[in-house]
């Protein structure tokens, strides 16, 4: 039983907007839960930032998450969850016996892959998360026998960001980065980027109907919605209609309007959060 009966919420957090396509899977498939989603888009990109400090700011995005009612948080950057994850869960959690829990987005994904029996895997994800082989080490942990095969993708981030998701321009770089994964023979690609469902469209028309593409967005959802049903003394509470708040460390504004397009639904008040 959790002391605090406030502690009943799932809290999302991502180092900017990307966490949103995460969300919004969250919020079609688990409407009857009460979130809060953080978006460090102070500090961000977190791709770019020493281990320790990318540690230090995620432990302060799942503090904040944890004093705002959340008895589960998932971190739905790649970068944290990579680089940061393990260590605030044995250091903070297991250490201290907390009931409150933290999930990452790497293993599901491991999970679904591993479970799909695929032979050759492709993962596609910002210089960081790939440079970590973070996908490729727990995909191998749970079946050694899937070849991974890694590549950097590091102008789609910005790209998206600026609104130029729809250019040309963008439809060509991203043709150029999964054409060796695709002379390759791969039988799947993971978006190893919570930014990348936003080019899903388009990376499933390049990759063709052999390539099963994979949104993250919807594999963290059936997860977590497994990880619930095992772990009811979370006590969750439910609601009949979402019930969402939205939490940012910069900008309001613009992360109204280009979180509006990572939901895909209209973001109406955001506040600012103190880490």
């Not at 180092?15 to 409407?31: C, I, R, T």
């Not at 998450?65 to 393990?86: D, E, H, M, R, Y």
Request: proline share 4%; aromatic share 8%; hydrophobic share 35%.
């Amino acid at each position: 039983m959790l002391k605090n009966k406030q502690e009943n919420k799932i809290g999302v957090f991502d180092s900017g907007f990307g966490g949103l396509s995460v969300l919004k899977h969250l919020l079609n498939d688990l409407p009857e839960y009460e979130y809060v989603y953080l978006g460090d888009n102070a500090r961000v990109p977190y791709g770019d930032k020493s281990a320790e400090t990318i540690y230090k700011y995620t432990l302060e995005a799942v503090n904040f998450l944890f004093k705002n009612g959340c008895s589960l948080v998932i971190i739905a950057c790649n970068t944290a969850s990579a680089q940061a994850l393990p260590r605030i869960q044995k250091e903070v959690i297991n250490k201290n016996s907390d009931k409150r829990r933290i999930l990452g987005v790497i293993r599901p994904m491991a999970e679904y892959v591993s479970s799909c029996h695929f032979k050759k895997v492709g993962v596609i994800g910002t210089k960081s998360t790939i440079n970590s082989h973070s996908y490729k080490l727990e995909i191998n942990k749970i079946n050694p026998k899937i070849e991974v095969l890694e590549k950097a993708t590091p102008l789609l981030v910005p790209l998206i960001e600026n609104s130029w998701s729809k250019k040309p321009e963008t439809k060509m770089i991203l043709k150029k980065y999964l054409k060796p994964l695709k002379n390759k023979n791969i039988n799947s690609l993971v978006l190893a980027c919570t930014h990348y469902p936003l080019l899903l469209k388009d990376v499933k028309r390049i990759c063709g109907k052999r390539i099963n593409v994979i949104d993250p967005g919807k594999i963290v959802s059936l997860s977590l919605a497994n990880y619930i049903n095992r772990h009811q003394e979370l006590e969750l509470k439910k609601h009949n209609t979402n019930k969402v708040s939205f939490y940012a460390t910069d900008e309001q504004e613009l992360f109204k309007d280009l979180g509006s397009k990572f939901l895909d639904r209209k973001i109406e008040k955001i506040r600012k959060a103190k880490l």
